[in-house]
């Protein structure tokens, strides 16, 4: 009875770790390009077609390239969709990267103000 619940137990663990793992579009078959929102039959098979045409994919956002893949798609399955382990970066830190002087210049110490003049002791 105990071999049959770790059984069951891990057996979970396991679909539910393929289940949150990215779909790589350089390995990726049309069952699973299918599962991704958004893209069905045609999609799919419109994907498999780019990548053995103009080979693998550098970046998740070069989904984008493929006809009839723009960035409406590419929005509802970017954190779903790999390229060699590599994830779509989320938009906030791309742009952190994009723009390091903006980063640097919201980041810089504020100037010094002078001290307040201290004021004479009062007399007694």
């Known amino acids: 009875m105990l071999k049959k619940l770790l059984l069951a137990v891990v057996t979970s663990v396991a679909l539910m770790g393929s289940a949150w793992a990215a779909v790589d579009l350089n390995t990726a078959n049309q069952q699973q390009l299918e599962s991704l929102k958004g893209i069905g039959p045609e999609k799919a098979k419109d994907i498999i077609e780019y990548r053995n045409k103009n080979g693998a994919f550098k970046t998740p956002e070069d989904i984008m390239k493929v006809p009839g893949i723009k960035e409406g798609t590419y ?10 382990g590599k994830v779509a970066a989320p938009a906030a830190a791309a742009k952190a990267t994009a723009k390091p002087e903006a980063a640097k210049a919201t980041t810089a110490a504020p100037k010094a103000t002078a001290a307040p003049k201290a004021s004479a002791p009062a007399k007694k």
């Open 75 to 84: 929005a509802k399955i970017k954190g779903e969709i790999s390229v060699g």
